[in-house]
């Protein structure tokens, strides 16, 4: 039998370790050491089930529960977000428990109601709204568009935390639960890297959503979100981090993405990459195809500059750069200088037309696109790291 943990008196953890995923969110966001869906049990004179988990581990978050729960049952399910790695379980859970009174926000209704059961009588919340369970009382703050219209997250002044759903998450595997143990940079990286990949298309709502939050003056002794490890000595950390990447704060580095087949696009690459770095940049650079693209997008949110390249292969640019392209374009960045580059045979354009589509992506060309016939010579070498010289010692 699976037993709930205990994270402090009256919080139980009744999640589940998803120890294979390797596809978190599909193509998207693809992890390493696996990913956890996160629930949380309060006992008061009412007990109150924060979210669930994905459906196929459902029968384990039960056990859990029923490791705590002493023969009573569960008074009410606060589902925080509609997506079904927190609420694919809700069902068979609700089945289980069907006396429990069940309040998410208004989105939260449809969206349940579109994916699971049209005629659950769901309880809508909106900012503000408090719900007592005895000793504790709980304060909901909607969260839309962060990620999805439904977000929510809730507060308990007297247990002093904070049930943050996805917001402050991070796919650390861990079974000690707490941040206690772990180095601070990885638990902030690993933020980042989930920040990168699920919320940086919304850092306006985070923004703003962050700034009402910090006027609620919160005594917050915990953060505990639906993915990964709990906050708990780096609770003003994570905060503190979050304010920097909802405005995508920038740290002097460059990050060169490129596709080649026969290195002709990789060399630029490289030389543009110590052109920087003699200009005093942190240069990163990743050939697209062999990269985890959870990396390359962790990676760009604070650069100043991207450079973008790709051979030309049937007058076409690789599908890898064609799909980062795309991909950064749904980010809405704004305030980040772009340049393209890449090699081609006998068809010039491909480069001008990857400058133009990072330029629609949001990126401000800081010079024209590089179009090199086949090999670069010594000279053009040369010429390129004086370019990223110059470029760089502007930025
Ligand atoms: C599969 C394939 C298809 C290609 N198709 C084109 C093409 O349509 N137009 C063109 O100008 N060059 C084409 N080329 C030539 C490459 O663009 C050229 O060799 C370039 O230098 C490759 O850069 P890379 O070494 O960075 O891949 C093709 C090369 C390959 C391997």
Redesign the pocket.
């Known amino acids: 039998m699976k037993q709930a943990i205990k994270i402090k008196e009256n919080v139980y953890w009744v999640g589940v370790r998803d120890l294979n995923v390797r596809d978190f969110h599909g193509e998207l966001y693809p992890v390493e050491e696996g990913a956890t869906y996160n629930a949380y049990l309060v006992i008061d004179d009412q007990i109150t089930l924060f979210d669930t988990v994905e459906e196929e581990f459902c029968g384990e978050c039960i056990e859990r529960i029923e490791s705590v729960l002493d023969g009573r049952s569960i008074d009410n399910i606060i589902v925080q977000h509609a997506e079904p790695d927190h609420s694919g379980g809700f069902k068979k859970i609700y089945e289980k428990y069907p006396n429990a009174k069940v309040y998410t926000t208004k989105a939260g209704v449809r969206h349940m109601q579109a994916q699971y059961i049209e005629d659950t009588p769901f309880n809508e919340l909106k900012t503000g709204d408090t719900l007592s369970t005895g000793k504790y009382s709980f304060t909901f703050v909607e969260m839309n568009m962060i990620h999805w219209p439904d977000n929510m997250l809730t507060y308990c002044p007297e247990l002093k935390v904070v049930f943050s759903n996805d917001a402050f998450g991070q796919h650390i595997v861990n079974y000690q639960m707490t941040d206690e143990n772990l180095d601070k940079h990885y638990c902030i990286e690993q933020a980042k890297e989930y920040f990168a990949n699920i919320v940086m298309p919304y850092t306006v709502p985070v923004k703003n959503k962050l700034n009402q939050i910090l006027a609620m003056n919160l005594d917050i002794e915990m953060i505990l979100p639906a993915h990964g490890i709990i906050w708990k000595n780096y609770v003003t950390d994570i905060i503190e981090a979050y304010k920097d990447f909802a405005t995508l704060k920038q740290s002097n580095k460059v990050v060169i993405v490129y596709e080649?087949?026969?290195?002709?696009?990789?060399q630029i690459a490289e030389s543009l990459a110590e052109g920087f770095a003699a200009a005093g940049m942190d240069v990163k650079v990743y050939k697209l195809s062999i990269t985890r693209s959870s990396i390359v997008m962790k990676e760009l949110m604070d650069a100043k500059m991207v450079c973008v390249g790709t051979?030309?292969?049937?007058?076409a640019m690789a599908p890898s750069v064609a799909s980062f392209l795309e991909r950064v374009k749904s980010c809405k960045i704004n305030d980040k200088k772009g340049l393209a580059f890449?090699?081609?045979?006998?068809?010039r354009n491909v480069p001008s037309t990857l400058s133009d589509k990072l330029k629609e992506a949001g990126f401000e060309p800081a010079a024209d696109a590089i179009a090199?016939n086949?090999?670069p010579s010594e000279g053009e070498l040369d010429n390129y790291y004086k370019l990223a010289l110059e470029i760089g010692k502007s930025l």
């Open positions: 080649s087949v026969w290195k002709h696009t990789q051979g030309t292969y049937n007058n890449g090699a081609y045979g006998w068809f090199q086949f090999t």
